[in-house]
């Protein structure tokens, strides 16, 4: 079988293997000589980080001179946001990988980024929902408000998960206001709920309810109390909406998976993890303060699922040691270099244009310098 092949007419082998060495050294300088590029809103990720870290440093401290030993077994990293197994105050279940996966301080930077991309400017009005379960998350989502300069109309639920914010004596309430008697935030929850089953606190005792009281009134925090889920839902909806007034909420930012705010277990699963620009696809929605604001086109970042979270931005799944600010390509990612690469493109269209001419003028010369019966060239090459 005779082969088949094409290259172009009357250029040597030589010229073609010249284009193709030039065409290769380009490749390999550009693949071998990466750079390292910081990220849109570095210096405001960056600083979200550092402040989220201090106020976790804060609140660590708090909580050690209120006589709270951290277990070395549970929180290997010493974070002091990593809470106990079931006290009066508990909630639900909850996993201890994922709270210790909360606990980088970077997220603070992740949350900057899905805010930027929402296009929130400063000075805008932002709705948020947290629980005490997250408490490390709630900390990045106020260091990522303080930071950017946004107005927040926060509604909390005070009960906690397992290994939340579930001490009796210091809960998410007090922590917050931790955070802003020490000048890091200058805002805190405008009304609270007590959480958990269907934001009612069913199943917690009734000293367990006494002790979420106690932390509203003792940190002047309004009660919302619902009387339903529907009517948690309703009411955080309309406090929303009476505290932002006439400036328009341009975000809804959910951390945790607090039962009004996500909609139940199922709710929680229907929005993907981080920004969500538009309503989910689907039937049977469940009834949530991120649906009714989705439906309103309101971007919605919801805080949850924290392990596609950290897979998305790079970030280690339950470290056992203090994570480093800064660490994450939502910081610094490497990249090509793109004026590598223009110069490696033009010197391959050089070395064409060079070679190609070259050679093709060496093959006229010789073939007139044959007509005119004169000794041909030697090749030049």
Same mark, same amino acid.
């Given at each position: 079988?005779?082969?088949?092949? @094409?290259?172009?007419?009357?250029? +040597?082998?030589?010229?073609?293997?010249?284009?193709?060495?030039?065409?290769?050294?380009?490749?390999?300088?550009?693949?071998? %000589?990466?750079?390292?590029?910081?990220?849109?809103?570095?210096?405001?990720?960056?600083?979200?980080?550092?402040?989220?870290?201090?106020?976790?440093?804060?609140?660590?401290?708090?909580?050690?001179?209120?006589?709270?030993?951290?277990?070395?077994?549970?929180? !290997? =990293?010493?974070?002091?946001?990593?809470?106990? +197994?079931?006290?009066?105050?508990?909630?639900?279940?909850?996993?201890?990988? &994922?709270?210790?996966?909360?606990?980088?301080?970077?997220?603070? =930077?992740?949350?900057?980024?899905?805010?930027?991309?929402?296009?929130?400017?400063?000075?805008?009005?932002?709705?948020?929902?947290? +629980?005490? +379960?997250?408490?490390?998350?709630?900390? *990045?989502?106020?260091?990522?408000? #303080?930071?950017?300069?946004?107005? !927040?109309?926060? /509604?909390?639920?005070?009960?906690?998960?397992? @290994?939340?914010?579930?001490?009796?004596?210091?809960?998410?309430?007090?922590?917050?206001?931790?955070?802003? &008697? #020490?000048?890091?935030?200058?805002?805190?929850?405008?009304?609270?709920?007590?959480?958990? /089953?269907?934001d009612l606190g069913i199943g917690i005792t009734k000293?367990?309810?006494?002790l979420l009281d106690a932390a509203r009134m003792r940190?002047?925090? *309004?009660?919302?109390?619902?009387?339903?889920?529907?009517?948690? /839902?309703?009411?955080? %909806?309309?406090?929303?909406?009476?505290?932002?007034?006439?400036?328009?909420?341009?975000?809804?930012?959910?951390?945790?998976?607090?039962?009004? *705010?996500?909609?139940?277990?199922?709710?929680?699963?229907?929005?993907?993890?981080?920004?969500?620009?538009?309503?989910?696809?689907g039937v049977g929605m469940a009834d949530s303060v991120?649906?009714?604001?989705?439906?309103?086109?309101?971007?919605?970042?919801?805080?949850?699922?924290?392990?596609?979270?950290?897979?998305?931005?790079?970030?280690?799944?339950? !470290?056992?040691?203090?994570?480093? /600010?800064? #660490?994450?390509?939502?910081?610094?990612?490497?990249?090509?270099?793109? @004026?590598?690469?223009?110069?490696?493109?033009?010197?391959?269209?050089?070395?064409?244009?060079?070679?190609?001419?070259?050679?093709?003028?060496?093959?006229?010369?010789?073939?007139?310098?044959?007509?005119?019966?004169?000794?041909?060239?030697?090749? %030049?090459?």
């Amino acid at each position: 079988m005779k082969k088949v092949y @094409w290259r172009p007419p009357n250029v +040597s082998r030589t010229a073609l293997a010249l284009v193709t060495v030039v065409a290769l050294v380009a490749h390999l300088a550009v693949e071998l %000589m990466p750079v390292r590029r910081k990220q849109r809103y570095y210096r405001e990720k960056i600083t979200a980080a550092r402040l989220a870290r201090d106020a976790m440093n804060a609140i660590k401290a708090e909580r050690l001179s209120r006589g709270h030993k951290i277990d070395p077994e549970v929180d !290997p =990293a010493s974070t002091g946001m990593i809470g106990k +197994s079931v006290t009066e105050v508990t909630s639900n279940t909850g996993y201890l990988t &994922a709270k210790l996966t909360s606990t980088n301080p970077n997220f603070a =930077a992740a949350t900057v980024d899905m805010l930027e991309r929402a296009g929130i400017a400063r000075g805008e009005v932002v709705a948020v929902g947290v +629980s005490g +379960s997250f408490p490390a998350l709630n900390v *990045s989502t106020y260091a990522a408000i #303080q930071v950017l300069g946004l107005v !927040p109309i926060i /509604i909390a639920s005070i009960s906690s998960s397992e @290994w939340g914010a579930n001490l009796n004596d210091y809960l998410w309430l007090d922590m917050e206001q931790t955070m802003r &008697a #020490q000048g890091m935030v200058s805002f805190s929850s405008h009304a609270a709920s007590y959480g958990g /089953i269907d934001d009612l606190g069913i199943g917690i005792t009734k000293n367990g309810r006494a002790l979420l009281d106690a932390a509203r009134m003792r940190n002047k925090v *309004s009660d919302l109390s619902p009387t339903s889920l529907a009517d948690a /839902i309703d009411k955080r %909806m309309a406090l929303y909406e009476e505290l932002a007034g006439d400036r328009a909420i341009k975000a809804y930012i959910n951390v945790g998976g607090g039962s009004a *705010s996500v909609g139940t277990h199922v709710g929680k699963k229907q929005f993907k993890p981080g920004l969500n620009r538009s309503l989910p696809m689907g039937v049977g929605m469940a009834d949530s303060v991120m649906l009714r604001f989705s439906k309103r086109d309101v971007p919605v970042i919801h805080l949850s699922r924290v392990k596609l979270l950290a897979q998305r931005y790079r970030m280690p799944y339950a !470290p056992k040691q203090l994570v480093r /600010i800064g #660490q994450g390509e939502m910081f610094v990612k490497t990249e090509y270099n793109r @004026w590598l690469a223009l110069i490696g493109l033009i010197a391959i269209f050089t070395a064409m244009f060079a070679f190609l001419r070259w050679n093709i003028g060496s093959r006229l010369l010789t073939t007139a310098r044959a007509r005119e019966g004169a000794k041909p060239l030697e090749p %030049m090459v």
